[in-house]
Protein backbone atom coordinates (compact mmCIF):
# COMPACT_ATOMS: atom_id res chain seq x y z
CA UNK A 1 0.00 0.00 0.00
CA UNK A 2 1.44 3.41 -0.99
CA UNK A 3 1.23 6.10 1.42
CA UNK A 4 -0.92 8.57 -0.42
CA UNK A 5 -3.32 5.72 -0.49
CA UNK A 6 -3.04 4.99 3.73
CA UNK A 7 -3.36 9.06 4.00
CA UNK A 8 -6.87 9.07 2.00
CA UNK A 9 -8.50 5.89 3.48
CA UNK A 10 -8.68 7.05 7.34
CA UNK A 11 -10.26 10.23 5.95
CA UNK A 12 -13.24 8.65 3.93
CA UNK A 13 -14.18 6.66 7.21
CA UNK A 14 -14.03 9.51 8.94
CA UNK A 15 -16.84 11.18 6.60
CA UNK A 16 -20.01 9.19 8.34
CA UNK A 17 -19.12 10.29 11.47
CA UNK A 18 -19.00 14.15 10.70
CA UNK A 19 -21.74 14.23 8.44
CA UNK A 20 -23.55 12.40 11.57
CA UNK A 21 -22.34 15.49 13.76
CA UNK A 22 -23.21 18.01 11.52
CA UNK A 23 -27.02 16.58 11.14
CA UNK A 24 -26.92 16.37 15.14
CA UNK A 25 -25.83 19.72 15.87
CA UNK A 26 -28.37 21.54 13.18
CA UNK A 27 -31.75 18.88 14.77
CA UNK A 28 -32.36 21.37 17.46
CA UNK A 29 -32.50 24.45 15.29
CA UNK A 30 -34.78 22.09 12.51
CA UNK A 31 -36.75 21.40 15.73
CA UNK A 32 -37.26 25.05 16.85
CA UNK A 33 -38.29 26.01 13.16
CA UNK A 34 -41.05 23.25 12.49
CA UNK A 35 -42.50 24.51 15.98
CA UNK A 36 -43.13 27.52 15.11
CA UNK A 37 -44.23 26.36 11.82
CA UNK A 38 -47.03 24.51 13.37
CA UNK A 39 -47.85 26.89 16.19
CA UNK A 40 -48.34 29.49 13.23
CA UNK A 41 -50.70 26.77 11.11
CA UNK A 42 -52.89 25.95 14.68
CA UNK A 43 -53.45 30.00 15.38
CA UNK A 44 -54.22 30.81 12.09
CA UNK A 45 -56.65 27.75 11.55
CA UNK A 46 -57.81 28.43 14.98
CA UNK A 47 -58.68 31.98 14.97
CA UNK A 48 -55.77 33.15 17.15
CA UNK A 49 -53.89 35.09 14.43
CA UNK A 50 -55.95 36.98 11.66
CA UNK A 51 -55.94 34.51 8.77
CA UNK A 52 -55.98 37.79 6.46
CA UNK A 53 -52.02 38.50 7.19
CA UNK A 54 -51.22 34.85 8.47
CA UNK A 55 -52.90 32.60 5.75
CA UNK A 56 -52.64 29.10 7.35
CA UNK A 57 -48.48 27.43 6.40
CA UNK A 58 -50.13 24.73 4.07
CA UNK A 59 -51.94 27.29 2.37
CA UNK A 60 -48.83 29.45 1.99
CA UNK A 61 -46.90 26.07 0.57
CA UNK A 62 -49.91 25.12 -1.77
CA UNK A 63 -49.65 28.60 -3.03
CA UNK A 64 -46.36 28.23 -3.32
CA UNK A 65 -46.27 25.42 -5.45
CA UNK A 66 -48.54 26.50 -8.00
CA UNK A 67 -46.81 29.98 -8.31
CA UNK A 68 -43.53 27.41 -8.97
CA UNK A 69 -45.07 25.11 -10.72
CA UNK A 70 -46.35 27.88 -13.39
CA UNK A 71 -43.12 29.38 -13.96
CA UNK A 72 -43.66 32.75 -12.51
CA UNK A 73 -41.52 32.52 -9.29
CA UNK A 74 -38.85 30.87 -11.57
CA UNK A 75 -38.46 33.43 -13.67
CA UNK A 76 -38.21 36.07 -11.06
CA UNK A 77 -35.69 34.28 -10.12
CA UNK A 78 -33.66 34.24 -12.86
CA UNK A 79 -33.37 38.08 -13.01
CA UNK A 80 -32.24 38.35 -9.29
CA UNK A 81 -29.64 35.58 -9.59
CA UNK A 82 -28.31 37.83 -12.88
CA UNK A 83 -27.93 41.04 -11.29
CA UNK A 84 -26.59 39.72 -8.51
CA UNK A 85 -23.91 38.03 -10.49
CA UNK A 86 -23.65 41.10 -12.45
CA UNK A 87 -22.80 43.40 -9.60
CA UNK A 88 -20.86 40.85 -7.15
CA UNK A 89 -18.77 39.94 -10.44
CA UNK A 90 -17.77 43.92 -10.71
CA UNK A 91 -17.62 44.32 -7.17
CA UNK A 92 -14.94 41.05 -6.43
CA UNK A 93 -12.73 42.37 -9.50
CA UNK A 94 -12.65 45.88 -8.40
CA UNK A 95 -12.42 44.78 -4.80
CA UNK A 96 -10.04 42.05 -5.15
CA UNK A 97 -7.44 44.01 -7.48
CA UNK A 98 -7.90 47.25 -5.88
CA UNK A 99 -7.36 45.54 -2.72
CA UNK A 100 -4.00 43.39 -3.66
CA UNK A 101 -2.85 47.07 -4.56
CA UNK A 102 -3.65 49.00 -1.77
CA UNK A 103 -2.20 46.40 0.41
CA UNK A 104 1.06 45.92 -1.58
CA UNK A 105 1.93 49.77 -2.36
CA UNK A 106 2.13 51.66 0.82
CA UNK A 107 1.71 54.63 -1.11
CA UNK A 108 -1.38 54.19 -2.77
CA UNK A 109 -2.98 52.54 0.36
CA UNK A 110 -2.30 55.88 2.15
CA UNK A 111 -3.54 57.92 -0.82
CA UNK A 112 -6.86 55.87 -1.01
CA UNK A 113 -7.26 55.01 2.51
CA UNK A 114 -9.09 58.15 3.28
CA UNK A 115 -11.65 57.97 0.69
CA UNK A 116 -12.36 54.53 1.11
CA UNK A 117 -13.37 55.71 4.82
CA UNK A 118 -15.55 58.08 3.76
CA UNK A 119 -17.24 56.02 1.29
CA UNK A 120 -17.80 53.00 2.97
CA UNK A 121 -20.06 53.82 5.95
CA UNK A 122 -22.46 55.24 3.98
CA UNK A 123 -25.24 53.03 3.11
CA UNK A 124 -25.87 51.45 -0.44
CA UNK A 125 -29.60 52.55 -0.28
CA UNK A 126 -28.74 55.91 0.73
CA UNK A 127 -26.99 55.96 -2.64
CA UNK A 128 -30.48 54.76 -4.36
CA UNK A 129 -31.40 58.50 -5.30
CA UNK A 130 -27.71 59.57 -6.86
CA UNK A 131 -27.66 56.33 -9.57
CA UNK A 132 -31.42 56.71 -10.20
CA UNK A 133 -30.65 60.27 -10.99
CA UNK A 134 -27.36 59.19 -13.08
CA UNK A 135 -28.19 55.60 -14.35
CA UNK A 136 -32.09 55.92 -14.42
CA UNK A 137 -33.98 52.96 -12.77
CA UNK A 138 -33.08 50.82 -15.15
CA UNK A 139 -30.44 47.44 -14.86
CA UNK A 140 -27.55 49.80 -14.69
CA UNK A 141 -28.96 51.58 -11.77
CA UNK A 142 -29.38 48.00 -10.12
CA UNK A 143 -26.07 46.54 -10.69
CA UNK A 144 -24.19 49.42 -9.41
CA UNK A 145 -26.55 49.57 -6.04
CA UNK A 146 -25.17 45.76 -5.44
CA UNK A 147 -21.25 46.37 -6.80
CA UNK A 148 -21.11 49.35 -4.40
CA UNK A 149 -22.97 47.61 -1.05
CA UNK A 150 -20.75 44.40 -2.08
CA UNK A 151 -17.24 45.68 -2.97
CA UNK A 152 -16.40 47.11 1.21
CA UNK A 153 -15.99 43.73 2.27
CA UNK A 154 -14.12 42.63 -0.48
CA UNK A 155 -12.08 44.95 -0.70
CA UNK A 156 -11.31 45.34 3.05
CA UNK A 157 -10.84 41.40 3.60
CA UNK A 158 -8.15 41.73 1.03
CA UNK A 159 -5.85 44.59 2.36
CA UNK A 160 -5.83 43.00 5.68
CA UNK A 161 -5.17 39.50 4.22
CA UNK A 162 -2.07 41.16 2.07
CA UNK A 163 -1.17 43.65 4.67
CA UNK A 164 -1.07 40.10 6.80
CA UNK A 165 1.40 37.91 4.83
CA UNK A 166 4.08 36.91 6.65
CA UNK A 167 7.56 39.12 6.05
CA UNK A 168 9.56 36.05 5.20
CA UNK A 169 7.58 35.08 2.22
CA UNK A 170 8.16 38.34 0.58
CA UNK A 171 11.72 38.23 1.44
CA UNK A 172 12.18 34.70 -0.47
CA UNK A 173 10.04 36.43 -3.28
CA UNK A 174 12.70 39.04 -3.30
CA UNK A 175 15.85 36.01 -3.10
CA UNK A 176 14.60 35.01 -5.74
CA UNK A 177 14.16 37.91 -7.94
CA UNK A 178 10.40 37.57 -8.02
CA UNK A 179 9.15 40.57 -10.23
CA UNK A 180 6.37 42.52 -8.84
CA UNK A 181 3.48 40.87 -10.70
CA UNK A 182 4.91 37.51 -9.91
CA UNK A 183 5.09 37.82 -6.36
CA UNK A 184 1.31 39.39 -6.25
CA UNK A 185 0.41 35.98 -7.93
CA UNK A 186 2.08 33.47 -6.62
CA UNK A 187 2.99 34.99 -2.72
CA UNK A 188 0.50 37.75 -2.03
CA UNK A 189 -2.49 36.45 -3.59
CA UNK A 190 -2.98 32.75 -2.89
CA UNK A 191 -1.50 33.51 1.07
CA UNK A 192 -4.33 36.46 1.77
CA UNK A 193 -6.98 33.79 -0.44
CA UNK A 194 -8.58 32.55 2.94
CA UNK A 195 -9.63 36.83 3.88
CA UNK A 196 -10.28 37.29 0.43
CA UNK A 197 -12.68 34.25 0.41
CA UNK A 198 -14.22 35.43 3.77
CA UNK A 199 -15.00 38.99 2.26
CA UNK A 200 -16.53 37.82 -0.44
CA UNK A 201 -18.68 35.76 1.35
CA UNK A 202 -19.66 38.46 2.84
CA UNK A 203 -20.56 40.37 0.19
CA UNK A 204 -23.11 37.25 -1.19
CA UNK A 205 -25.09 38.01 1.16
CA UNK A 206 -25.38 41.96 0.89
CA UNK A 207 -25.90 40.94 -2.88
CA UNK A 208 -28.88 39.23 -2.42
CA UNK A 209 -30.33 42.18 0.22
CA UNK A 210 -29.51 44.57 -2.30
CA UNK A 211 -30.94 43.03 -5.60
CA UNK A 212 -34.12 42.30 -3.43
CA UNK A 213 -33.88 46.20 -2.55
CA UNK A 214 -33.07 47.47 -5.65
CA UNK A 215 -36.08 45.10 -7.24
CA UNK A 216 -38.53 46.63 -5.12
CA UNK A 217 -38.12 50.47 -6.84
CA UNK A 218 -38.83 51.07 -10.15
CA UNK A 219 -38.86 47.28 -12.06
CA UNK A 220 -40.85 44.76 -13.48
CA UNK A 221 -39.15 41.64 -12.72
CA UNK A 222 -37.35 39.66 -10.22
CA UNK A 223 -37.99 38.13 -6.73
CA UNK A 224 -38.04 41.62 -4.71
CA UNK A 225 -40.60 42.98 -7.72
CA UNK A 226 -42.50 39.82 -7.13
CA UNK A 227 -43.02 40.07 -3.56
CA UNK A 228 -43.97 43.62 -2.84
CA UNK A 229 -46.12 43.28 -6.30
CA UNK A 230 -48.08 40.42 -4.17
CA UNK A 231 -48.02 42.70 -1.45
CA UNK A 232 -49.54 46.04 -2.85
CA UNK A 233 -52.13 43.78 -4.44
CA UNK A 234 -53.43 42.15 -1.56
CA UNK A 235 -52.54 38.98 -2.35
CA UNK A 236 -50.63 37.45 1.12
CA UNK A 237 -50.48 34.02 0.00
CA UNK A 238 -48.23 34.94 -2.82
CA UNK A 239 -46.24 37.57 -0.77
CA UNK A 240 -45.31 34.73 1.46
CA UNK A 241 -44.70 32.06 -1.22
CA UNK A 242 -42.36 34.50 -2.32
CA UNK A 243 -41.17 34.89 1.14
CA UNK A 244 -40.32 31.20 0.70
CA UNK A 245 -38.18 30.76 -2.13
CA UNK A 246 -35.93 33.62 -0.47
CA UNK A 247 -35.30 31.88 2.24
CA UNK A 248 -34.46 28.67 0.36
CA UNK A 249 -32.33 30.63 -1.94
CA UNK A 250 -30.36 32.59 0.40
CA UNK A 251 -29.89 29.05 2.30
CA UNK A 252 -28.56 27.22 -1.26
CA UNK A 253 -26.52 30.63 -1.44
CA UNK A 254 -24.85 30.10 1.58
CA UNK A 255 -24.45 26.19 1.31
CA UNK A 256 -22.93 26.49 -1.84
CA UNK A 257 -20.61 28.78 -1.03
CA UNK A 258 -19.33 27.40 1.87
CA UNK A 259 -18.78 24.37 -0.45
CA UNK A 260 -16.66 25.93 -2.89
CA UNK A 261 -14.99 27.63 -0.26
CA UNK A 262 -14.15 24.05 1.08
CA UNK A 263 -12.08 23.15 -2.34
CA UNK A 264 -10.92 26.55 -2.96
CA UNK A 265 -8.81 26.49 0.63
CA UNK A 266 -8.78 22.77 0.83
CA UNK A 267 -4.54 23.29 0.46
CA UNK A 268 -4.54 26.07 3.03
CA UNK A 269 -6.23 23.95 5.59
CA UNK A 270 -4.30 20.61 5.18
CA UNK A 271 -1.23 22.92 5.23
CA UNK A 272 -2.44 24.55 8.27
CA UNK A 273 -3.04 21.15 10.01
CA UNK A 274 0.85 19.66 9.19
CA UNK A 275 1.91 22.78 10.53
CA UNK A 276 -0.11 21.84 13.87
CA UNK A 277 1.00 18.34 13.74
Known amino acids: MTAPESSRRPRTRAQGPRLARRAAAGAPGLLVLLLLLVLWELGSRGGWLPIRFFPPVTAILATFARVLADGALPAHLGMTLLRMAAGGVLAGLVGVGLGLLMGYVQGL ?6 LVEFLRPMPPVAVLPALILLLGIGERMKVAVIAFGCVW ?19 VARNFR ?45 LGFF ?21 ITGYALNAGFLWVEGRVLAWHRESAGAVAV
Open 109 to 114: HRALRP
Open 227 to 247: IIFAQRSFRVGEMYAGMVLLA
Open 178 to 222: FSHGATLRKIVFPAALPQIMAGLRVSLAIAFILALVSEMVGATSG
Open 153 to 171: PILLNTVDGVRGVHPILLE
